[in-house]
């Protein structure tokens, strides 16, 4: 049994939507002075997140973990290269 700790840092302009709908139950949100926010959650996989995340485009960076990051990023790559 994994779990991981997701954090991803969504853009000022997408942070209203995030901010107003509950994600998860074990969602935390922290705002940052730039009108972004950073949302935190804790799952026990990444395959629905990777999905959920790409569909945010540019709006969307993820900060943690590791594997999260290399999963995005294999999968941008494998867009561009397509």
Do not use: C, M
């Amino acid at each position: 049994d994994e779990s991981y700790k997701i954090r991803v840092r969504f853009s000022k302009t997408v942070s209203p939507i995030i901010r107003e709908k509950q994600w998860h139950p074990t969602q935390q949100i922290k705002e940052n002075i730039d009108g972004s926010l950073e949302l935190s959650l804790n799952l026990s996989h990444l395959s629905d997140v990777k999905r959920w995340v790409l569909g945010w485009g540019s709006n969307a960076k993820v900060l943690a973990p590791k594997e999260l990051v290399e999963l995005i990023r294999a999968e941008a790559k494998a867009i561009v290269d397509n």
